[in-house]
């Protein structure tokens, strides 16, 4: 037995090194399915491990059903292969960059990697404490809400939640004009299967959120975008894009629009609902960033009164992304086939357990002192990374009124693309402006979380541009 083996944990751990190795070979098509593994002595050397170290991790292997045993004749990789695994490989650097880039590097990114790039707030800077108290409580509720399904629009107390939210903004709704997702992103999805054909049109700005493109091409919906602006859409070319193309659907932030910041202006807003009632345009508005804004600005739920838009929206932002919960508020018939159609895909809504803690936690009277503190420090956060930015010649776009982004010019022209992959190299996780493009007119532009921005962070970006 090799030096040290004797230890139990050092010999798991060298087993758990070959069994690695062997997933490894596997996944970059190295060994492919039906090719036999090295013998039990020739791998043991190549290793550097005892026979007995190699065997083990061949029978643990064989258990998962990636290689299998021939009798007498020694071990075989098992087929199919699997897929690559992107934890084995990451920073996935060869990887397109497109709308699903900045979602994969940030959501598998491993805590030693910064994510100034990505979309949600440090998780230190979320409400904790009140979550806690509502997790603690809910281990007391009722039997039902730990084991059952939910109600089909979700849980009435959450919806009358927002109903009161909405009256605040001037939206008159009932609770059962409201319906309860699994997720915002989960409210798009429905929307679009319950009003989308495949090859219908869909109008989007540019930029926008880049997982409205990939929600969109998932839908087989042909996406037409218009420029935006600090004020809104360039208005005369949105009603041009209507006139020329006739989508069935505009998708939008009103309210602290990502990727920008801007927002909304008064006099956007109605000509943007007068030209969509000319050619009877949809308007999905999502509202997952209005809690950020200092005062409520101009929305288009509030102007039409929910006849033509559809206000989506979640909890991920302010409260916790790991709580699943979004909603959808739209007139009374839409809704029915809403429902009709989250139950047919989901069989109901967002988990009762997650609707529970949302509704807790957003009663809790801490949670408005959170929303204002929170407020607070990204306002001053802004101001510090806007000024950090200047110093390396990158420049927002806009100074937004509330929020976490700055979207931001590189200096020179740069390949926002280019920087962002020799950034991940350094393992930070970057925005790219041409991901939120649908024309790919953003090259030189990159969106920043502020929240997730610090020293080291800046220090490989300064790093990248040179």
Request: proline content about 6%.
């Amino acid at each position: 037995m090799a030096s040290g083996e004797s230890d139990s944990g050092i010999a798991g751990t060298r087993t758990e090194a070959v069994m690695t190795a062997i997933r490894r070979r596997v996944a970059s098509r190295a060994l492919t399915a039906g090719e036999k593994l090295p013998s039990i002595r020739k791998f043991a050397r190549d290793m550097q491990v005892s026979p007995s170290t190699i065997v083990e991790a061949y029978d643990r292997l064989a258990a998962e059903g990636l290689i299998r045993s021939r009798a007498g004749s020694g071990f075989y990789v098992a087929g199919p292969v699997p897929p690559l695994a992107l934890t084995e490989v990451e920073p996935t650097l060869d990887r397109a960059i497109d709308p699903f880039w900045v979602s994969r590097q940030s959501l598998d990114a491993g805590p030693e990697m910064l994510r100034p790039g990505c979309g949600w707030l440090p998780s230190a800077w979320m409400p904790n404490a009140a979550i806690r108290r509502a997790i603690r409580a809910l281990a007391k509720a009722d039997d039902a809400v730990l084991a059952d399904y939910g109600a089909t629009r979700g849980l009435l107390g959450l919806r009358r939640l927002l109903v009161r939210q909405f009256a605040a903004e001037g939206i008159e709704v009932r609770a059962d004009q409201i319906l309860l997702t699994t997720s915002g992103t989960r409210a798009i999805d429905l929307i679009c299967r319950f009003l989308l054909n495949p090859g219908d049109t869909v109008l989007v700005d540019d930029p926008c959120y880049f997982n409205f493109q990939a929600m969109l091409r998932a839908h087989r919906a042909r996406i037409v975008s218009v420029p935006y602006t600090p004020a809104g859409p360039d208005i005369a070319l949105f009603g041009e894009a209507l006139a020329v193309h006739r989508p069935r659907l505009y998708i939008t932030n009103s309210a602290i629009h990502n990727p920008t910041g801007a927002t909304l202006s008064p006099q956007t807003a109605h000509r943007i609902l007068t030209a969509a009632a000319a050619h009877d345009l949809t308007i999905v508005e999502d509202e997952i960033f209005a809690d950020f804004e200092p005062e409520p600005s101009p929305r288009l739920a509030s102007l039409d009164g929910l006849s033509r838009i559809i206000r989506i929206g979640s909890f991920s932002k302010t409260l916790s992304a790991s709580i699943r919960c979004g909603y959808i508020a739209a007139r009374p018939d839409w809704i029915e086939g809403l429902v009709d159609l989250q139950v047919a895909t989901n069989f109901g809504g967002p988990s009762p357990l997650a609707a529970e803690l949302v509704f807790r936690t957003l009663s809790d009277g801490s949670y408005r002192k959170h929303l204002e503190g929170l407020r607070g420090r990204l306002a001053k956060r802004r101001r510090e990374v806007a000024g950090q930015l200047e110093g390396l010649g990158v420049r927002p776009w806009t100074l937004p009124r509330g929020g976490f982004y700055l979207w931001c010019r590189l200096p020179d022209g740069r390949d926002a693309a280019e920087v962002a992959k020799a950034a991940l190299r350094e393992r930070v996780v970057l925005a790219p402006g041409n991901v939120f493009s649908v024309t790919q007119s953003a090259t030189d532009l990159m969106r920043f979380n502020v929240a997730q921005m610090n020293a080291q962070a800046l220090r490989v970006l300064g790093q990248a541009l040179r």
